[in-house]
């Protein structure tokens, strides 16, 4: 083939081919290069959104359900503090003997009478039953419930009487 100025122009002719793939080489290259950060910031910023979910859900977990106390918890996170393993019964309660002891060690009561002591042990038993009941309801245990509160209303007077103080001899009925 013969071009217009008398050179000879073949496909097969280097020149020829070098200047028409060099822009198509470049263009390859261009996007291949484009394509490729293009790529590695979408892995990035995939990986960036998943961490920012996994805090999230950290964040949001502990401030979830809570599963041991089986209530909504409140808007603060529950930290882990070892309590002392001692049976449900031998904590005190306000009126027991063992609040007695913490209160009269401080000076602020006497110290418990043994009659005292009996009272708090028929308190505690008390307690027991109370929550038994008020854990299986049952039909008329509203009533069982509502005497077993009231005697140990009359048990927590009885115990700052003048018998459980060891002042008087005479037994309330309550107690016989």
């Known amino acids: 083939m013969e071009t217009g100025n008398g050179v000879n122009a073949s496909p097969s002719d280097p020149t020829v081919n070098k200047e028409t793939e060099s822009p198509t080489n470049s263009a390859i290259i261009g996007g291949a ?27 949001n977990s502990a401030l979830g359900f809570n599963r041991t106390l ?13 309590m002392e393993s001692r049976p449900y019964s031998d904590y005190p309660y306000p009126g027991s003997s063992t609040a007695s002891v913490v209160a ?3 000076g602020l009561t006497e110290k418990p009478t043994e009659r005292q002591k009996e009272i708090d042990e028929r308190m505690r038993h008390l307690q027991d039953l109370l929550s038994t009941l008020e854990s299986q309801p049952q039909p008329g245990t509203d009533d069982s419930i509502g005497k077993v509160r009231d005697r140990i209303k009359r048990f927590t007077l009885l115990k700052e009487g003048d018998w459980a103080k060891e002042m008087s001899d005479e037994k309330p009925a309550d107690l016989t």
């Open 33 to 59: 290069v484009g394509g490729g950060i293009t790529l590695i910031l979408v892995i990035l910023n995939l990986l960036y959104l998943c961490r920012r979910r996994r805090q999230s859900r950290r964040r």
């Open 70 to 82: 089986m209530v909504k918890s409140s808007g603060h996170r529950e930290v882990e503090v070892e």
């Open 104 to 106: 009269s060690n401080s």
